[in-house]
């Protein structure tokens, strides 16, 4: 019994973890086979040691996920417990699927959690991607599929939370080991979040979860909703050369607003 109080708090932690985690390895597109390795000789050279973005740059590897803005995904959470760690296994269905909704609706996380041995299963979602192309120039999850209620995932990341749990309220920052590209082309407008610091964080996916009806026409507006901390701004802007997010040394730092949003660092230099 004095266990629940903390499955409960790791619960709520993880589920505001999983937009961080999204996007850790590039899924093959839907009728493949998963690939444990590097997604395609192309995008494992794409990356720089350093991270960073990259202005002006429009390759197209081969490996990469494009033309993404606006394709709905979900995800499954599937957590285990111990006196000494946690850690989470994301389960995702990009790539595959678009998350219908009626399956997606339908997954019974005990019995999800009973199915794969874990101390419980969290259901994320839906999401949809404000970018364009995904380059993953490493996998983070095994690339392993499982059908939740029907609904096909594939393993995408797994993720160590260690023996205490993440510090998940909105605009807190959240450390995410990947060696992912996000791609943004010319004339995308985009969001971004700047603390207080000057630190720019721009967003990779919106959620429904807190509220169904956001569409990607509200989030230009998002600046007059969102209950930013003091000192930080949001706006939008359109770009005028391509765009590409990296994470640094592998690590990309990640943050959600208070309707579970997702923003990823901006390195600068």
């Known amino acids: ?4 109080p903390v499955l409960l ?3 709520v932690a993880v589920a505001a973890l999983a937009g961080a985690c999204s996007s850790s390895s590039t899924p ?3 009728g493949t ?5 590097p997604a395609g000789t192309a995008a494992a050279t794409e990356g720089t040691a350093a991270g960073g973005t990259t ?3 429009d390759v197209r590897p081969a490996g990469a996920l494009r033309d993404q803005y606006g394709e709905r995904y979900c995800e499954v959470l599937t957590v285990t417990v111990s006196e000494v760690n946690t850690q989470a296994e994301v389960w995702g269905t990009q790539g595959l699927n678009d998350c219908p909704a009626d399956a997606f609706a339908g997954i019974d996380p005990a019995a999800a959690a009973a199915d794969l041995g874990t101390t419980l299963a969290l259901p994320n979602g839906p999401r949809y991607w404000v970018l364009d192309d995904i380059v993953a120039n490493q996998l983070a999850g095994s690339g392993e599929r499982h059908s939740f209620n029907g609904l096909e995932m594939r393993s995408i990341a797994i993720v160590d939370l260690g023996p205490g749990i993440p510090d998940r309220r909105p605009y807190a920052g959240s450390s995410v080991n990947r060696d992912t590209e996000f791609r943004f082309d010319a004339g995308r407008e985009v969001y971004e979040l700047t603390a207080d610091d000057g630190t720019v964080y721009i967003m990779q996916s919106y959620s429904i979860e807190i509220d169904p009806t956001l569409t990607a026409d509200d989030l230009a507006g998002l600046g007059d909703r969102l209950a930013l901390p003091e000192g930080w701004t949001f706006r939008a802007r359109t770009l005028d050369e391509p765009l590409v997010v990296e994470d640094v040394d592998g690590i990309a730092t990640v943050i959600q607003d208070e309707l579970r949003n997702s923003y990823q660092l901006l390195p600068q230099g």
């Open 1 to 4: 019994m004095r266990r629940a």
């Open 9 to 11: 708090t790791t619960a």
């Open 28 to 30: 093959e597109p839907s």
């Open 33 to 37: 086979t998963a690939d444990p390795g």
């Open 55 to 57: 202005p002006g740059t």
